[in-house]
């Protein structure tokens, strides 16, 4: 039986009844999904199946053509962008930066959710950016120009500049593409310290089923624009389940190092 998200829970975010497109494409129709707090929520699927889209309108970056997404009880989309940036930070799969901008710089506009009239620049301010730049590993780049780094590099930055904004929802759109296999690992590690350690929710979207199951301990698994289970790394990533989303006959083993489901593909000779 197909295991749907519990949109009555309550939790901080949630979408019930959505209906998600873009122009006259519709790629998700009465969607339910439920974050859990403190959770590190992992959305997995093949390609195009509506993850990112899904990551969209959870970030209030796309408004839902139906149905509505709840931060903290209220409809997303009523809120003030301000104050939604100072509960919920976005780390977009591809992030471009001003040209001539030096790490701490751009680190430092992580605090413009924090910012008002009436408070401008402060001390506590250049404190979280000095945290926040030590928290990722990339103090000792804070003078480099973002445009000399390495793509690992750039990408903890960008997420030294999501903690600037010190909020405890964190959503995370692909954070690995285009890196290699060492540094989509220093990435993650990183992530799942910031959730251990620090408590916050995080929710990225992931390729890789052996990463969701390893660093996960929320999965949602979409396929076509549905939701099709939900739950633990153990309830959501088995043989069975991985051939009904992603067409891939394959063996569902402990992992040799973590104990967590490791996907073996099976030989297609």
Same mark, same amino acid.
Not at 236 to 265: K, N, W
């Given at each position: 039986?197909?295991?749907?998200?519990?949109?009555?829970?309550?939790?901080?975010?949630?979408?019930?009844?959505?209906?998600?497109?873009?122009?006259?494409?519709?790629?998700?129709?009465?969607?339910?999904?439920?974050?859990?707090?403190?959770?590190?929520?992992?959305?997995?699927?093949?390609?195009?199946?509506?993850?990112?889209?899904?990551?969209?309108?959870?970030?209030?970056?796309?408004?839902?053509?139906?149905?509505?997404?709840?931060?903290?009880?209220?409809?997303?989309?009523? +809120?003030?962008?301000?104050?939604? =940036?100072? @509960?919920? #930070?976005?780390?977009?799969?591809?992030?471009? /930066?001003? *040209?001539? %901008?030096?790490?701490?710089?751009?680190?430092?506009?992580?605090?413009?959710?924090?910012?008002?009239?009436?408070?401008?620049?402060?001390?506590?301010?250049?404190?979280?950016?000095?945290?926040?730049?030590?928290?990722?590993?990339?103090?000792?780049?804070?003078?480099?120009?973002?445009?000399?780094?390495?793509?690992?590099?750039?990408?903890?930055?960008?997420?030294?500049?999501?903690?600037?904004?010190?909020?405890?929802?964190?959503?995370?759109?692909?954070?690995?593409?285009?890196?290699?296999?060492?540094?989509?690992?220093?990435?993650?590690?990183?992530?799942?310290?910031?959730?251990?350690?620090?408590?916050?929710?995080?929710?990225?979207? +992931?390729?890789?089923?052996?990463? =969701?199951? @390893?660093? #996960?301990?929320?999965?949602?698994?979409?396929? /076509?624009? *549905?939701? %099709?289970?939900?739950?633990?790394?153990?309830?959501?990533?088995?043989?069975?389940?991985?051939?009904?989303?992603?067409?891939?006959?394959?063996?569902?083993?402990?992992?040799?190092?973590?104990?967590?489901?490791?996907?073996?593909?099976?030989?297609?000779?």
């Amino acid at each position: 039986m197909t295991a749907i998200a519990d949109t009555t829970t309550t939790t901080r975010l949630h979408g019930a009844g959505l209906t998600l497109a873009y122009d006259g494409r519709t790629v998700a129709e009465d969607l339910g999904v439920t974050i859990p707090d403190q959770s590190f929520t992992v959305i997995v699927g093949p390609n195009a199946c509506g993850k990112t889209t899904l990551l969209r309108a959870l970030a209030r970056l796309l408004k839902p053509r139906k149905g509505m997404v709840y931060l903290d009880g209220e409809v997303i989309t009523s +809120l003030p962008a301000k104050q939604v =940036a100072r @509960r919920l #930070g976005l780390l977009p799969q591809s992030s471009i /930066a001003p *040209e001539g %901008i030096t790490v701490s710089d751009l680190v430092a506009r992580g605090r413009y959710p924090h910012q008002r009239l009436l408070r401008q620049w402060s001390k506590e301010d250049a404190a979280v950016v000095e945290r926040s730049m030590a928290a990722t590993g990339v103090s000792e780049l804070a003078d480099r120009l973002v445009d000399e780094l390495s793509g690992g590099q750039r990408q903890r930055v960008w997420l030294a500049m999501a903690l600037a904004q010190e909020t405890e929802l964190l959503l995370l759109d692909e954070p690995t593409t285009y890196l290699d296999i060492s540094h989509q690992l220093d990435i993650l590690d990183l992530c799942a310290k910031l959730h251990a350690e620090q408590g916050r929710t995080l929710v990225a979207v +992931l390729h890789d089923l052996n990463h =969701a199951a @390893r660093y #996960g301990t929320h999965v949602i698994a979409m396929r /076509a624009g *549905e939701v %099709i289970a939900t739950g633990s790394p153990d309830e959501v990533v088995t043989a069975e389940r991985v051939e009904q989303i992603f067409d891939l006959p394959c063996r569902v083993i402990p992992d040799p190092e973590t104990g967590t489901p490791l996907v073996i593909p099976k030989s297609r000779r």
